[in-house]
C-alpha cells in the first residue's frame, strides 16, 4: 500500500463527514466488543548483548541512549536490533505498512523467528483495513504472534465503510494506540515517533516525515518491556485469528515470505549486499557503545483499558506537570498542535516570568493532516499572544537530505516528531503530539529523561529546522496581524502548497471536531 494522504487523515475525519451521520443506520448490524483476556505472556530477557554491555561505563542507576534523527540510519539500527535478538522480540505499532520497508521488517522478524526468537507483534487496527490476509500469515510462524489491539468488530476491507459499520461502537472505536516500540531480547528497546512505513523513514516518492527516534539500552529497557506486556495483556490484544475468524490461517508461509522480498526489492540498492540478509552486527554495537550518552529515565504510559472512568490521560498529566516547572528555557517539536486553554495558560504563564518558549509544528503547506491543521488554526494566535516564538516547517526545507534516503527524494516533507525539552536539562521522547487526540484519546507512552547530554544533543539536531531556510516564522503585529517570515521574505497569508489545500482547511475550520483532533 503506498502512502495516501486521505489515508493518513486520522480517525476523526471518518466519523465528522455529513455522510458518515447520514449512514449511521448501516451500523446497526455491528455488535459492542467487549474486553477480553486472553493468554497472557510476559518479556524475556537474553544476556546475549556483552558486545554492548561490556562497552559501556559501569553504572546500574543509568540507561544510554542514541539519537536516531535520520530515517535510512534508523531503520538500519532496526535490522540490527531484530538480527541480534537471540531471545524475544517485541514490536507495538500504531501503524505497520505492507510496503518496501514494512516488507522489510517482517520478512526480517519472520528470519529471527525460523532461529527461534519469539516474536511478539501488536499492532493497532487503525489502518489495517485490507492488511488482514497479511497479518494472518505473519501470525500462521509458529514463533511469530500478531495481536490486534481494539479491533474493530465489523471488517471491511475498505477502510471508510469499516468505520462506518462500527459506528455505533464510537466510543471503543474512537480510542486508538498510538503506542511505539519495538524491544529486542529485553536489552535494547526504540522508543519515537516511527511508525513502520516508507515515509517514515526516508524512502517515500510523495511524502518522507522528519522524524525522531531514541535507541535505549540501560535501567529503563525493563519499565519499556513492562510497557509492552501491560498492553499484551491488557484483554484488548486480540489474535489475529481470533478477530479475523472468518477467513482462516494462510499456510503457505514460504509464498508469503517471498512476497515480502518482491515488495522490499525497492531497498535493495540502499541495502547493499552487506545488509541484504541477518548478519552479525557486533562491529556496530562495539563501536556505538562509547558514543552513547547517559541519562536516568523513566517510562511514562497511559492505561490501556480507556473505557469506563479511566481515560487515556496519565503520560499527559505528567508532562504538562513539568511543564510547569520550567526556569529558562521550553522547546516543543510536535507534528501537531492544537493547545487546550490550560496549555495556553501554561505557556503564557512561563513567558510572563521569562522562559524562552519556541515551538515547531507543521505548515499548512507540509501538514499530511489538514484537517488538523486548521483546528491548529483556530489557536495560533493564542499562542503568539501567550508568547510562544512559533515555527512551521516549509515543505521544500533544504535541510530534507539530512534525514531522506539518498535517491529517495521526496516531493515534499512533513514533521512527524513529538518532542519537549526543557531547560536543556529534562526531555520527552515518545508518541504524545500536543493535541487532544494524543493527551485524551489516543494511548501513547513517551520516556522521560533527565540528560543534559542527551538534551543538548536533541537541541543540537533540531536547531536548524527553526532557521529561516527551513520553516517560517510566525509573527503577530501590534494590530493582531500575523505574517510568515523567512529566509525568503515576508508573506502575509499562511502558506500553502495549494489552493485545492487552502480551500479544504476552510471548510475544515468550519467544523467545531478540535477535540477530536
Known amino acids: 500500500?503506498?502512502?495516501?494522504?486521505?489515508?493518513?487523515?486520522?480517525?476523526?475525519?471518518?466519523?465528522?463527514?455529513?455522510?458518515?451521520?447520514?449512514?449511521l443506520q448501516l451500523s446497526?448490524?455491528?455488535?459492542?466488543?467487549?474486553?477480553?483476556?486472553?493468554?497472557?505472556?510476559?518479556?524475556?530477557k537474553s544476556s546475549a548483548w556483552e558486545v554492548l554491555q561490556d562497552n559501556l561505563p559501569s553504572s546500574e542507576d543509568v540507561s544510554w541512549f542514541d539519537v536516531q534523527a535520520v530515517g535510512p540510519d534508523a531503520l538500519r539500527w532496526r535490522l540490527a536490533l531484530i538480527d541480534t535478538a537471540t531471545t524475544?522480540?517485541?514490536?507495538?505499532?500504531f501503524i505497520w505498512?505492507?510496503?518496501?520497508?514494512?516488507?522489510?521488517?517482517?520478512?526480517?522478524?519472520?528470519?529471527?523467528?525460523?532461529?527461534?526468537?519469539?516474536?511478539?507483534?501488536?499492532?493497532?487496527?487503525?489502518?489495517?483495513?485490507?492488511?488482514?490476509?497479511?497479518?494472518?500469515?505473519?501470525?500462521?510462524?509458529?514463533?511469530?504472534?500478531?495481536?490486534?489491539?481494539?479491533?474493530?468488530?465489523?471488517?471491511?476491507?475498505?477502510?471508510?465503510?469499516?468505520?462506518?459499520?462500527?459506528?455505533?461502537?464510537?466510543?471503543?472505536?474512537?480510542?486508538?494506540?498510538?503506542?511505539k516500540l519495538m524491544i529486542s531480547d529485553g536489552q535494547v528497546a526504540v522508543v519515537g515517533g516511527r511508525n513502520i512505513a516508507e515515509e517514515y523513514f526516508g524512502f517515500n516518492a510523495e511524502l518522507n516525515f522528519r522524524d525522531f527516534d531514541l535507541m535505549v539500552t540501560g535501567k529503563v529497557v525493563p519499565e519499556i518491556s513492562s510497557s509492552f506486556d501491560l498492553y499484551w495483556n491488557s484483554g484488548w490484544a486480540y489474535p489475529?485469528?481470533?478477530?479475523?475468524?472468518?477467513?482462516?490461517?494462510?499456510?503457505?508461509?514460504?509464498?508469503?515470505?517471498?512476497?515480502?522480498?518482491?515488495?522490499?526489492?525497492?531497498?535493495?540498492?540502499?541495502?547493499?549486499?552487506?545488509d541484504s540478509a541477518p548478519r552479525d552486527w557486533s562491529g556496530e554495537w562495539r563501536d556505538l557503545a562509547p558514543t552513547l550518552l547517559p541519562g536516568r529515565a523513566k517510562i511514562l504510559q497511559d492505561n490501556p483499558h480507556f473505557e469506563g472512568e479511566s481515560p487515556p490521560i496519565?503520560?499527559?498529566?505528567?508532562?504538562?506537570?513539568?511543564?510547569?516547572?520550567?526556569?529558562?528555557?521550553?522547546?516543543?517539536?510536535?507534528?501537531?498542535?492544537?493547545?487546550?486553554?490550560?496549555?495556553?495558560?501554561?505557556?503564557?504563564?512561563?513567558?510572563?516570568?521569562?522562559?524562552?518558549?519556541?515551538?515547531?509544528?507543521?505548515?499548512l503547506a507540509s501538514n499530511n493532516h489538514v484537517p488538523a491543521h486548521s483546528a491548529y488554526r483556530h489557536h495560533r494566535k493564542e499562542l503568539l499572544l501567550a508568547g510562544v516564538d512559533l515555527y512551521e516547517l516549509k515543505p521544500d526545507a533544504p535541510e530534507r537530505s539530512q534525514f531522506e534516503a539518498p535517491e529517495f527524494e521526496a516531493d515534499h516533507i512533513g514533521l512527524h516528531a513529538k518532542i519537549l525539552v526543557l531547560d536543556r536539562q529534562r526531555l520527552f521522547v515518545g508518541t504524545i503530539n500536543a493535541d487532544p487526540r494524543s493527551?485524551?484519546?489516543?494511548?501513547?507512552?513517551?520516556?522521560?529523561?533527565?540528560?543534559?547530554?542527551?538534551?543538548?544533543?536533541?537541541?543540537?539536531?533540531?536547531?536548524?529546522?527553526?532557521?529561516?531556510q527551513n520553516s517560517w516564522r510566525v509573527k503577530l503585529d501590534d494590530k493582531g496581524t500575523m505574517s510568515w517570515h523567512s529566509r525568503e521574505g515576508v508573506l502575509d497569508r499562511?502558506?500553502?502548497?495549494?489552493?485545492?489545500?487552502?480551500?479544504?482547511?476552510?471548510?475544515?475550520?468550519?467544523?467545531?471536531?478540535?477535540?477530536?483532533?
Open 439 to 468: 493527551m485524551v484519546l489516543n494511548t501513547e507512552v513517551s520516556l522521560m529523561i533527565d540528560s543534559p547530554e542527551l538534551a543538548g544533543a536533541v537541541i543540537s539536531v533540531f536547531s536548524s529546522d527553526f532557521q529561516p
Open 314 to 363: 496519565q503520560a499527559a498529566q505528567q508532562i504538562i506537570a513539568e511543564l510547569r516547572d520550567a526556569q529558562q528555557e521550553v522547546m516543543s517539536v510536535s507534528a501537531y498542535l492544537i493547545p487546550s486553554a490550560a496549555m495556553i495558560q501554561i505557556a503564557a504563564e512561563l513567558s510572563g516570568r521569562g522562559v524562552d518558549v519556541k515551538a515547531l509544528t507543521n505548515s
Open 97 to 179: 505498512e505492507e510496503d518496501a520497508v514494512g516488507s522489510l521488517l517482517l520478512d526480517r522478524l519472520l528470519q529471527a523467528a525460523d532461529r527461534g526468537v519469539r516474536v511478539r507483534m501488536l499492532i493497532d487496527d487503525s489502518f489495517l483495513a485490507g492488511e488482514d490476509q497479511l497479518a494472518l500469515a505473519a501470525d500462521a510462524h509458529p514463533n511469530l504472534e500478531l495481536r490486534i489491539f481494539n479491533p474493530f468488530e465489523v471488517r471491511s476491507e475498505n477502510m471508510l465503510v469499516r468505520y462506518v459499520e462500527n459506528l455505533n461502537d464510537y466510543e471503543r472505536t474512537n480510542h486508538r494506540m498510538h503506542n
Open 240 to 274: 489475529v485469528a481470533e478477530v479475523d475468524h472468518n477467513k482462516g490461517a494462510v499456510s503457505d508461509l514460504d509464498r508469503f515470505q517471498a512476497e515480502l522480498k518482491t515488495r522490499a526489492a525497492s531497498l535493495s540498492g540502499w541495502l547493499g549486499a552487506r
Open 28 to 44: 446497526a448490524c455491528a455488535t459492542l466488543l467487549k474486553e477480553e483476556q486472553q493468554q497472557k505472556s510476559f518479556s524475556l
Open 494 to 517: 499562511q502558506p500553502s502548497s495549494s489552493a485545492w489545500r487552502r480551500l479544504s482547511d476552510s471548510l475544515y475550520g468550519m467544523l467545531s471536531i478540535d477535540d477530536q483532533m
Open 1 to 23: 500500500m503506498k502512502f495516501d494522504f486521505k489515508r493518513q487523515a486520522v480517525i476523526f475525519r471518518l466519523y465528522a463527514t455529513a455522510l458518515i451521520v447520514l449512514m
Open 88 to 93: 524475544s522480540i517485541d514490536a507495538q505499532y
